[in-house]
T-cell receptor, first 115, second 111 residues
Framework: ETGVTQTPRHLVMGMTNKKSLKCEQHLGHNAMYWYKQSAKKPLELMFVYNFKEQTENNSVPSRFSPECPNSSHLFLHLHTLQPEDSALYLC??????????????FGQGTRLTVV | GIQVEQSPPDLILQEGANSTLRCNFSDSVNNLQWFHQNPWGQLINLFYIPSGTKQNGRLSATTVATERYSLLYISSSQTTDSGVYFCAVERSSSNTGKLIFGQGTTLQVKP
């Protein structure tokens, strides 16, 4: 079992659909993140949650709605997406311990295709 | 914001060869990680190395924080080393764990 688990691994959705991506971490970390990896672009941070509180929103359109019910779970709710939102969505977690390790670990990713 | 530049962008090696990948960054950092992205998209942690030198089998890494660069060494490369290698940093002034990624180096190891 990996430390960070994402479901589903693949998702195809229409532009009028509503779907959710799920991320779960088993590492006891207090911070969780959503990153987006589009073709030919570097990974870009979307959202940061620290102890369930959103601490950063990197100018992400409102059609992406994150939810963090507790320190172990993170969701990304999707609605009325555009074809250009097709990408690999990666979840990560880290201990965010200012006095020690801040190493981030990533899940396997969800490959999203919007049709 | 901080800039992260990786070189070379692409690298083709014969199995058994050695290689060095470079990561330059434009500001002071408190976190630097090297990842290998496998064909299925998952980022595999290679090194957490904000400074100093570490080794793990055929891989080693060195970060010279004062000169703002890091190097990843791959020795005796194998076909399974193929994939994309990313360097990612967090600025020292950041308090969110936000990682900024380079564009990656795509490595192909031929048998």
């Amino acid at each position: 079992e990996t430390g960070v688990t994402q479901t589903p691994r693949h998702l195809v959705m229409g532009m009028t659909n509503k779907k959710s991506l799920k991320c779960e971490q088993h590492l006891g970390h207090n911070a969780m993140y959503w990153y987006k990896q589009s073709a030919k672009k570097p990974l870009e941070l979307m959202f940061v949650y620290n102890f369930k509180e959103q601490t950063e929103n990197n100018s992400v359109p409102s059609r992406f709605s994150p939810e963090c019910p507790n320190s172990s779970h993170l969701f990304l709710h999707l609605h009325t997406l555009q074809p250009e939102d097709s990408a690999l969505y990666l979840c990560a977690s880290s201990p965010l311990d200012r006095g020690g390790l801040t190493e981030a670990f990533f899940g396997q990713g969800t490959r999203l295709t919007v049709v | 914001g901080i800039q992260v530049e990786q070189s070379p962008p692409d690298l083709i090696l014969q199995e058994g060869a050695n290689s060095t990948l470079r990561c330059n960054f434009s500001d002071s950092v408190n976190n630097l990680q090297w990842f290998h992205q496998n064909p299925w998209g998952q980022l595999i942690n290679l090194f957490y190395i904000p400074s100093g030198t570490k080794q793990n089998g055929r891989l080693s890494a060195t970060t010279v924080a004062t000169e703002r660069y890091s190097l990843l060494y791959i020795s005796s490369s194998q076909t399974t080393d193929s994939g994309v290698y990313f360097c990612a940093v967090e600025r020292s002034s950041s308090n969110t764990g936000k990682l900024i990624f380079g564009q990656g180096t795509t490595l192909q190891v031929k048998p």
